[in-house]
């Protein structure tokens, strides 16, 4: 039986557990959210021994050389040595410049790091709350243009950083984890495409950031956002959207809510093989747009998609 060591505790485990699961059985309550090697908020640091990792490929190697692993992704099957990451040591700092609610549930927080971050749009980064509760968020801001950085909290459910979030003034201090892209961004080669961006909730926070980038980078073909909130009261960027779209002619936008879902989307019809479709939002509201979209003709190929999980 493998044994597992955090700091100066050590157990006996089963062969095969999953990393994050025992860490946190045994109370050391580890960060996630996605569970799928995607949000990166579940780091450790293995100093002693392998596990076995299901996914090699999701961190660079230099991070696999200095012992970094999402403990979600690997199995124990060997005695193994780990350390938390530790946001004071590992993080990098971050002011609150920014608290304003852009609507009954979505809550808009601005940051500033100590360092410079280079992204891009359509990236996330990991917050951690000074009480040590972390969440990736997807960047809302515009990279290289605004001197903050952006997110859009969804707030309506009750969740561990949103409830820490509901707490802070401006001045306070937060960590920031990881910088990690995820499936959406925007390609300079697609200028002339047809270019759909289709979200649901705070899942419009990457795809505002992208849109924007498109728009800096003069994108050429027809702009089309569809973006699905609960209510009319938390289409949260309707001024901004709408202000964009009458400044740029090829932009269409359409704010939707679930009784007026069905009807947009059986209407949706890819007019050419060209276009490139960006989702993000709920596994559910994701599914629903992907599949609209494949029977409107759109190749799989061309929709890039990231899923926002419930877990807070």
């Not at 997807?138 to 903050?148: K, N, R, T, V």
């Not at 707030?155 to 960590?175: H, P, V």
């Not at 849109?211 to 609960?230: D, F, Y």
Request: glycine share 8%; net charge negative; aromatic share 6%.
């Amino acid at each position: 039986m493998p044994e597992l060591r955090v700091g100066e505790q050590q157990w006996t485990v089963a062969p095969g557990s999953n990393l994050l699961d025992v860490l946190n059985d045994a109370g050391f309550s580890v960060p996630y959210s996605c569970r799928a090697g995607s949000c990166h908020a579940c780091l450790v640091r293995c100093l002693h021994g392998k596990p076995l990792d299901a996914r090699p490929d999701a961190l660079s190697e230099q991070q696999r050389q200095l012992g970094w692993r999402l403990s979600c992704q690997c199995q124990v099957e060997e005695d193994l040595q780990v350390a938390l990451f530790d946001p004071q040591q590992d993080g990098i700092g971050a002011t609150v410049l920014g608290l304003d609610w852009l609507s009954p549930a979505v809550l808009r927080l601005r940051l500033h790091a100590e360092r410079r971050l280079r992204y891009q749009a359509g990236q996330h980064l990991v917050l951690w709350s000074n009480s040590g509760v972390a969440r990736p968020y997807s960047l809302a801001s515009l990279p290289d243009e605004e001197p903050f950085l952006e997110f859009h909290l969804d707030c309506r459910q009750a969740g561990a950083f949103c409830d820490a979030a509901r707490q802070l003034q401006l001045g306070d201090a937060l960590r920031l984890g990881e910088l990690r892209g995820g499936a959406l961004h925007y390609d300079a080669d697609w200028q002339e495409r047809p270019l759909w961006l289709l979200a649901a909730g705070t899942g419009l926070a990457p795809l505002w950031g992208i849109l924007r980038e498109a728009l800096r980078q003069e994108h050429q073909g027809p702009i089309r956002v569809l973006h699905l909130a609960h209510d009319s009261q938390e289409h949260y960027l309707a001024s901004e959207l709408t202000a964009l779209a009458e400044r740029h002619p090829h932009l269409q936008v359409e704010l939707l809510t679930p009784q007026a879902l069905p009807q947009a989307l059986a209407a949706l019809r890819v007019q050419s093989r060209q276009t490139i479709a960006l989702a993000c939002g709920s596994p559910a509201s994701v599914e629903q747009f992907s599949r609209r979209l494949f029977l409107a003709g759109l190749p799989r190929n061309q929709l890039f998609a990231d899923i926002f999980t419930g877990h807070a």
